[in-house]
């Protein structure tokens, strides 16, 4: 799938023949269903495999390939997927799921006779243990926790899956999930990427390298993938789900991924008709595209639609506070002074209306954004300049010393803002810029002590945003990525779990927020707006949320 090149022309030449002939046999075996939905990943795609599926570029394009027990529509209401329905039982510590009998892997070589081989519950169980099996390494292993184990202490996994039954499978259809006390959000959890299924043949054919080489019941089925030049997708024809008409999807016949390494270059690809749609949109034509408070511009009025959407997506500063680490050793982000200067020193609205034309929010309170039950609604850290400096002189910062941000290229601008403001106060700092991939590891891997990042919700609920600041999520292996330790904070967060009363739950999350704040492991910058610009040609695309790409019901008239 991935051949050592040592000439990416001829590579781009063949994707191109591939594409063409590939198109040309859709053509012909189905006039009716020629249509091609082009889309550019600048960032790029690391994995097809779902148990590493944690960046938005990497869960797009799973979530066309695979399908899980349940999932979210547009108004982020879990609705049924594998399971046609379920029931909620022992006080809410038991989840039995009733299952279609209608769904069929994809075509492929792992099966025994080459065709997709009906899914069945012991996939799905297969599939639950497989993200926290050890040898996996997945990185949504972090769910793996006291919401999770019905024992303390296990000896070996096999204790956890099989002794003493956490997954069970009765029947074909019948899936049954013990969890170790009711947590509600957990039905919520299972509509997340890590949670598709999988079949054990192709896993055990690939092993490592089923990231390359997918197998999955979703609508769409990979047929070709040259990194870093193009990645092909082909209608799944065998697919179950149908229309409202009780017609088969997709409509789509098929799915091109580009990876153009920027978003600027993907505009002007747009512009030329050669994508159809763009997701996001960088400083550098933003304001060619947008008037100063957010709408289309009148030139582009007729050639394509813009379209916002509310957006589960916390953007921030980190600062990486473990100091058992060499790196954060005598850093000044240890002292909390220093931390709550930060915060106060950035103009939050003006940032917003200056470098994101009015699309996001910079009124914000904690961690956890507006739209979620639990989000504080008064500003904490209001722009205060000399309050900012008062704290910097309490801190005991020597302004001699250099601090780096380290951040990406679609964030550059909005880096340099914030040098500039931490500079008005006194503050030292250089901006380092890093290939996405770079950052994300880098972060990942406490290579960074000041960074930009930003948190899409996995699941609709606020807990998910506080899992942040959890102790036992320090990355890798968990998503806390500030190595932040709070006892008091980790008691908090626990009792939330238990909580089944919405209202009571609601409170006790504002009140975990409220103080991690003035512990300020983090800054909040603003809450995100998604944004789209779409052909016109292009319909039923749905918004959402979580910013998911959803393609199973989306058209393309010609």
Request: glycine letters at 6%; charged letters at 20%.
């Amino acid at each position: 799938m991935f051949p050592n090149h040592k000439n990416t022309n001829c590579y781009y030449i063949l994707a191109g023949v591939f594409i063409t002939l590939f198109f040309a046999n859709c053509s012909n075996s189905n006039k009716n269903r020629n249509d091609i939905f082009y889309y550019n990943e600048d960032a790029g795609i690391t994995s097809l495999d779902p148990a590493f599926a944690k960046d938005q570029n990497n869960i797009w394009a799973v979530t066309q390939l695979y399908n899980g027990l349940v999932e979210l529509d547009s108004n982020l209401n879990i609705i049924p997927a594998i399971a046609k329905s379920w029931e909620i039982t022992d006080s809410g510590k038991t989840y039995t799921f009733y299952l279609r009998n209608d769904i069929y892997f994809h075509d492929h070589e792992c099966f025994a006779n080459g065709k997709g081989r009906k899914l069945i519950s012991k996939d799905i169980a297969f599939s639950l243990i497989r993200i926290f099996d050890p040898t996996t390494a997945s990185t949504g292993a972090w769910l793996l926790n006291e919401k999770w184990l019905p024992i303390t202490n296990p000896k070996t996994d096999k204790d956890i899956y099989h002794n003493n039954k956490l997954i069970e499978t009765p029947n074909d259809t019948t899936l049954i999930i013990h969890i170790a006390k009711a947590f509600p959000p957990f039905l919520g959890q299972l509509t997340m990427p890590y949670c598709f299924v999988v079949p054990h043949e192709a896993i055990e054919k690939y092993g490592k390298d089923f990231r390359a080489h997918p197998v999955g019941t979703g609508p769409f089925q990979l047929k070709f993938w040259e990194d870093g030049v193009k990645m092909v997708m082909e209608r799944n024809t065998h697919y179950f789900e149908k229309d409202i008409y009780h017609k088969p999807l997709p409509y789509l016949n098929g799915i091109v991924v580009s990876f153009i390494g920027s978003k600027h270059g993907a505009f002007l690809e747009f512009l030329q008709g050669k994508l159809d749609f763009v997701n996001g949109l960088e400083s550098s034509f933003k304001d060619d595209v947008l008037t100063k408070s957010g709408g289309l511009k009148q030139q582009y009025n007729n050639k394509f639609k813009l379209v916002l959407g509310n957006y589960l997506n916390t953007e921030y500063l980190g600062f990486l506070m473990d100091d058992s680490l060499p790196l954060a050793k005598n850093s000044p982000f240890a002292n909390i002074y220093f931390r709550q200067a930060i915060n106060y020193a950035i103009n939050r609205k003006e940032m917003v209306a200056q470098l994101r034309n009015n699309i996001g929010n910079g009124n914000v309170g904690g961690f956890i954004p507006k739209g979620l039950p639990g989000n504080i609604e008064e500003n904490i850290y209001t722009y205060n300049p000399e309050k900012a400096r008062e704290l910097l002189h309490k801190s005991g910062y020597n302004k001699k010393d250099e601090i780096v941000i380290y951040t990406t290229k679609n964030y550059l601008d909005l880096t340099v803002y914030i040098q500039n403001q931490l500079a008005a106060i006194g503050i030292n700092c250089k901006i380092e810029n890093n290939p996405g991939p770079t950052h994300r590891q880098m972060v990942a891997k406490s290579q960074a002590l000041f960074f930009r990042g930003s948190w899409i919700a996995d699941y609709p609920d606020a807990e998910n945003y506080l899992s942040l600041f959890y102790s036992k999520n320090f990355c890798p292996s968990g998503p806390n990525y500030f190595h932040y330790k709070n006892s008091t904070i980790d008691n908090l967060y626990t009792q939330s779990l238990t909580i089944t009363n919405d209202s009571i739950r609601t409170k006790l999350y504002s009140d975990i927020d409220k103080k991690i704040m003035n512990d300020a492991p983090v800054v909040t910058l603003f809450y995100d707006r998604s944004i789209r610009l779409v052909q016109n040609n292009i319909s039923n695309l749905p918004t959402n949320p979580l910013n998911l790409l959803v393609l199973k019901n989306t058209k393309k008239a010609y």
